[in-house]
């Protein structure tokens, strides 16, 4: 029985062996080959690295030699990568569009040139004084405008501004059609003449958040925090000099030190407490009347994940939580840019009773499956005069995400 071997190739003096993607450290050419055992001492030009340890070679082979082996390897293995790939297989090295993206982020948060250039030929989204131009796509429903580096050039000449305010534009990341994507507040300009432009309309972020769509909402909070951010870091808290961004907005730096200063989010548990059978919601005097959410609390330095969640949970209603079950997370956009760290906690049914804090919190209270299936079904933000007594966050909140896994889990008990 033949035994195969998966080495890692270099193949750089062979042209007709070529992987299309080459790493761009090395300079090298790299590929994935199947060869059998006792041929894994390929030698000449050709080198196998098993292990990080190159082997000698031992007698020169021509390239029409190593050629006819690595095809007959591979004759040999197409019965086994027809079992495995269905037909479809390449034994190059994989580099997915993610990939890809993330590297090509990189690159312009680090080569100002690069960054420059993207922007002329990338989406931009524009703010004023922090609140995003939006277009009503259907009924209730908006979206951010993405407009193009001449569009934006166009708007700010018949607002009486030059065009040098399109370099204050900051790097938000990358669309998966590899279009750059910037924000850029022209909170100096006048808001209506903009609009017109436009056709659109600037927009309070709490209000937009229950009007975006889900997949937008991240962009348009991703902005508004990096926008904010530079906005509250022009001074350096250390020399008092002011600091200086690279262009893509990534960093700032201090004028007269070699302190850099990053983009940070602040950390901020935010919990489903249940008994059971229920599950526990609360509302703070500045949320919109008849909104309630799951508890949440900023983490103090020093805190684990665990250790705040308990803290939060035992200052606002006063209960000792027990299991605790991360779900995920999000970053939120109010107060100023939060890193949201969701959990399930439980409590014993027999210490649920509540002691409120209201200092904390307006209200809170004990929901029952059936109450929470009825305020689901509350299309958020209801109108102002037909507000019902409980309404929950929108769907691309953490926190809906917590009571709709609540939910299902309370189904999946019903069911059994």
């Known amino acids: 029985m033949t035994h195969w071997m998966l080495l890692p190739v270099t193949t750089e003096p062979f042209g007709e062996i070529t992987d299309s993607r080459s790493t761009q450290n090395s300079g090298i050419t790299d590929q994935l080959l199947w060869v059998p055992a006792q041929n894994r001492r390929l030698t000449g030009k050709q080198r196998i690295v098993s292990q990080n340890q190159a082997v000698e070679p031992e007698q020169p082979f021509h390239s029409s030699q190593v050629q006819s082996m690595i095809q007959s390897s591979m004759s040999a293995l197409r019965p086994l990568r027809t079992l495995l790939f269905g037909g479809h297989y390449s034994l190059t090295r994989f580099c997915s569009g993610f990939v890809s993206r993330i590297r090509y982020i990189n690159k312009l948060k680090e080569n100002d040139a690069a960054c420059l250039s993207a922007l002329q030929n990338g989406h931009i989204f524009l703010f004023h004084r922090l609140m995003p131009l939006l277009q009503c796509s259907v009924p209730e429903t ?5 407009l193009s580096y001449s569009e934006v ?22 669309s998966e059609q590899n279009h750059a994507q910037f924000c850029l507040d022209v909170g100096e300009l006048d808001p209506a003449a903009i609009v ?26 991703k902005a508004q925090a990096l926008l904010r951010w530079h906005q509250i870091n022009r001074f350096c808290g250390a020399t008092g000099q002011l ?5 893509a907005g990534s960093q700032r730096a201090c004028s007269s030190s070699s ?13 489903l407490v249940s008994d059971g059978k229920r599950c526990l919601l609360g509302r703070q005097s500045s949320f919109p009347r008849g909104l309630y959410s799951a508890l949440a609390g900023f983490c103090d330095i020093g805190e684990t994940l665990e250790e705040a969640l308990r803290r939060e949970v035992a200052e606002e209603v006063g209960l000792e939580v027990q299991n605790i079950i991360y779900s995920s997370s999000q970053h939120w956009p109010f107060p100023n840019s939060s890193f949201m760290l969701a959990c399930h906690a439980t409590v014993s049914p ?3 009773q509540l002691n409120v804090d ?30 019902p007594a409980v309404w929950l966050p929108p769907k691309h909140a953490v926190a809906h995400r917590l009571i709709m896994e609540w939910k299902e889990q309370q189904h999946s008990k019903d069911t059994e």
């Open 350 to 352: 027999a210490h649920s």
């Open 196 to 221: 017109k432009n436009c056709k659109g309309t600037f927009m309070d972020l709490r209000k937009a958040f229950f009007l975006l769509e889900g997949a937008e909402a991240p962009l348009v909070a």
């Open 259 to 271: 302190i850099v200063y990053y983009p940070k989010m602040s950390p901020v548990v935010i919990v």
């Open 358 to 387: 209201h200092l904390e919190l307006e209200d809170a209270r004990w929901f029952t499956e059936e109450e929470i299936t009825c305020a689901l079904q509350v299309k958020a933000p209801p109108w102002r005069d037909h507000r």
């Open 142 to 146: 908006f979206r951010p405008i993405a």
């Open 243 to 247: 600091t200086q961004r690279n262009q």
């Open 153 to 174: 050039q166009s708007v700010l000449h018949k607002s009486g501004s030059d065009g040098s305010l399109l370099k204050e534009s900051i790097l938000i990341g990358c």
